[in-house]
């Protein structure tokens, strides 16, 4: 067990639609990471936050968004899903504010756009 | 090209042989590399994190690290069922505004 935890564990959707990813980190953690893994893509970075503030950005579309409160736990915003949006999507949190510190990765959410 | 490359495998070894896996890069500046095991469906688990040049043994598994070729290795000894997994290098530069890159994975089966 990582300490990091993600909820839901599986979302089920239809296109069109808007989900909430929710992450929370491991204790004492400042940052978190978002990542999307399909088949065919691997494991390709999204955003990271730390403590509150935007970090990084990687691949991530306009219809997504994130944010992490006050208390630390972040949320994944995907809308206007599309079929290509099927996959698993981790968290991940480490301890520094660099993207290279070592990074504990939650059990991961599946997404499932029908 | 892409940035991390690493055989997709399936490497498929018998239980108690020595395992080798490899990444190789492109870009000469990443400084830190990682080895993660994943099993199916769950989150990607940090094993080895080096940084620079070398080696570095963690029990059963050692890693190496080859600047000059831009190679990377993960040498797994006395495997066993449970290391069934795919196992995805990554690695970073580590400045303010970097990101860490992963390579696909190479899946693993190691056979009783």
């Keep these: 067990d990582s300490g990091v935890t993600q909820t839901p564990k599986h979302l089920i959707t239809a296109t069109g639609q808007r989900v909430t990813l929710r992450c929370s980190p491991r204790s004492g953690d400042l940052s978190v990471y978002w990542y999307q893994q399909s088949l065919d893509q691997g494991l390709q970075f999204l955003i990271q936050y730390y403590n509150g503030e935007e970090r990084a950005k990687g691949n991530i579309l306009e219809r997504f968004s994130a944010q992490q409160f006050p208390d630390l736990h972040s949320e994944l915003n995907l809308s206007s899903l599309e079929l290509g949006d099927s996959a698993l999507y981790f968290c991940a949190s480490s301890g520094g504010r660099l993207a290279g510190s070592e990074q504990f990765f939650g059990p991961g959410t599946r997404l499932t756009v029908l | ?112």
């Design chain 2, 1 to 112: 090209q892409k940035e991390v490359e690493q055989d997709p495998g399936p490497l498929s070894v018998p239980e108690g042989a020595i395992v080798s896996l490899n990444c190789t890069y492109s870009n000469s500046a990443f400084q830190y590399f990682m080895w993660y095991r994943q099993y199916s469906r769950k989150g990607p688990e940090l094993l080895m994190y080096t940084y620079s040049s070398g080696n570095k043994e963690d029990g059963r598994f050692t890693a190496q690290v080859d600047k000059s070729s831009k190679y990377i290795s993960l040498f797994i000894r006395d495997s066993q069922p449970s290391d069934s997994a795919t196992y995805l290098c990554a690695m970073s530069i580590k400045t303010s505004y970097d990101k860490v890159i992963f390579g696909p994975g190479t899946s693993l089966s190691v056979i009783p």
